[in-house]
């Protein structure tokens, strides 16, 4: 059986709902409502949260539902979560992915929602039970917290073999919404796509194509005080968290996420306008047959095979975004969708040698896919292929020269471990070249980025800004607001955990 994803998600929504009396809410936009801590929606919980934190208002209609299921729009790009990087590289990472989940608040706890995981798991999606390992948290003696011996419990009990229960530590399974507020452990559940007895356990949470994490369940029982302590909530919650695109990868019996029919239709779409590549191109024939399979099948074809996961990624985010309101822009989540359309429109044009429009041509597969489920994307179909339309126009001669202007710095600097910071600070500044993407052009030929000394630059940079926002703000009056706020804006470092990239502004 090869189950489409439609239907997938459909099982999810019903099996909470029909069977298990949950309250079906809808997904929010992924542009953050009332949160101005994140760029974009980037978990299931993220439109609950007040409940979680007690700040939810007495007449909001959220807090009428104890059991709640949903399937929500995530961005990880930027901020706290930024998958970004990996996207391409591996085959479960996205920019935008679809994640499941069912919540109680105050409801049912451990033991029921391990129970219905495990039902829904092995039952109604019909996986086999020795292809899934759970981990817990195993406890942190220095910070005093005991290990989660009834989730393991609860486990063992529902017939997870001994073996596959492993204990974690605090990084991979506590769960903390942030420096104070609700927290607890969290068990994840695993699939080994592989089988027959290997070492397995061995691969769990260590970023192997292999073994992938396709669920979270978070047993929020605690709250982090001020003072670093933990007290005991009075009511306890569940929220988990299960990635669509992963789950129907194991469902159609696929290692990769792109060789899912939630990506199939946007990958069959490049074909027709490459045609003309596909019959002179070796590197492109090759790229459409294995196109999703490089990673782990070991046919390494190089940056082909990445472009085409990078740019079908790239273009259902774009796509999601613009839906819901979020237009490549200048600063916070608006900023990051530019790198983003900047790094696709790179992708096609270098690596695929599309011609331009094509990012915005494909958008009408990712339509189809994902229509039905979010109908604001039929809604903004020509409003989404104008604005990538425009935008790639408007990056497509900086990306020429600035193009020209990496070969020719390459070739005088031969031999080197590092790209000149200058060359790459001014293309960031003069052309509008994110630097993840110089620093992915550089890359292919072997080349780094020199990141240190770019943090430097762009310190520097900032406290200049900031300087001529404070004399504005001493000399002009009142029509100078909006400037100031704008370079106060472009003065705010990300919100991002990454060092790396802290000044990508
Ligand atoms: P990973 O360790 O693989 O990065 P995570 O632990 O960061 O995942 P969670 O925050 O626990 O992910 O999110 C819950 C689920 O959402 C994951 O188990 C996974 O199935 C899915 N998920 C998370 N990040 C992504 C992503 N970038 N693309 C696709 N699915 C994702
Ligand atoms: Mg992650
Ligand atoms: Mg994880
Ligand atoms: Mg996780």
Redesign the pocket.
């Known amino acids: 059986a090869c189950p489409p994803a439609a239907q997938v998600r459909q099982a999810f929504l019903r099996f909470f709902q029909e069977q298990h009396g949950h309250r079906l809410v809808p997904s929010a936009p992924v542009r953050p409502r009332g949160d101005p801590g994140l760029l974009f929606v980037n978990?299931g919980m993220n439109q609950f949260k007040p409940i979680f934190l007690g700040t939810a208002h007495p007449q909001s209609e959220l807090v009428q539902y104890q059991r709640v299921v949903n399937s929500q729009k995530?961005v990880?790009a930027g901020g706290k979560?930024n998958?970004l990087d990996?996207?391409g590289r591996d085959v479960?990472?996205?920019?935008f992915?679809e994640?499941l989940g069912n919540w109680s608040f105050g409801d049912y706890f451990k033991e029921k929602a391990c129970g219905m995981a495990w039902e829904l798991l092995t039952q109604v999606y019909e996986i086999s039970k020795d292809r899934l390992y759970v981990t817990y948290f195993g406890g942190d003696a220095l910070l005093g917290l005991s290990p989660d011996e009834e989730s393991r419990d609860i486990w063992l009990s529902l017939g997870v073999p001994p073996s596959h229960v492993l204990p974690f530590p605090l990084k991979e399974n506590f769960w903390e919404m942030g420096e104070t507020g609700p927290c607890g452990p969290?068990t994840?559940i695993h699939y080994d796509h592989v089988g027959g007895g290997r070492h397995a356990a061995a691969l769990v949470?260590q970023?192997n194509p292999d073994v992938?994490?396709?669920?979270?369940l978070v047993f929020m029982q605690y709250s982090r005080e001020v003072d670093g302590s933990l007290r005991s909530l009075p009511q306890h919650h569940v929220d988990t968290?299960?990635?669509l695109?992963?789950?129907v990868t194991v469902l159609q019996s696929k290692h990769s996420?792109y060789d899912t029919d939630l990506f199939t239709p946007i990958l069959d779409s490049t074909l027709p306008p490459l045609k003309h590549l596909l019959s002179c191109s070796p590197l492109h024939r090759a790229a459409g047959a294995l196109v999703t399979r490089a990673w782990w099948g070991g046919a390494d074809i190089g940056s082909v095979n990445m472009a085409y996961r990078v740019v079908a990624d790239h273009v259902r985010t774009l796509s999601v975004c613009i839906a819901d309101g979020v237009y490549p822009g200048m600063s916070g989540a608006e900023l990051v969708l530019r790198r983003i359309l900047r790094r696709a429109v790179r992708f096609c044009t270098e690596v695929l040698h599309a011609p331009p429009g094509f990012l915005a041509s494909l958008v009408p597969a990712v339509v189809e896919v994902l229509g039905d489920a979010y109908p604001e994307l039929r809604k903004n179909t020509d409003q989404i292929m104008t604005i990538i339309n425009d935008n790639e126009a408007a990056f497509l001669s900086s990306l020429l020269r600035g193009r020209r202007i990496i070969d020719r710095t390459l070739q005088q600097i031969g031999p080197s471990k590092f790209f000149p910071t200058e060359v790459a600070w001014s293309l960031h500044g003069n052309l509008g070249f994110p630097l993840d993407l110089i620093d992915l052009m550089v890359e292919e030929k072997g080349i780094q980025l020199d990141w240190a000394t770019l943090g430097q630059l762009a310190q520097k940079d900032r406290k200049t800004r900031t300087q001529q926002a404070e004399q504005l703000e001493g000399s002009v009056a009142r029509l100078d607001v909006h400037s100031l706020a704008q370079l106060q804006r472009d003065g705010v470092p990300a919100t991002d955990d990454s060092p790396k990239y802290a000044y990508t502004i």
């Open positions: 978990a995530c990880r979560h998958d990996d996207v479960y990472h996205h920019t992915f994640m969290c994840e949470n970023d992938v994490e396709i669920w979270n968290g299960m990635g695109e992963r789950l996420n």
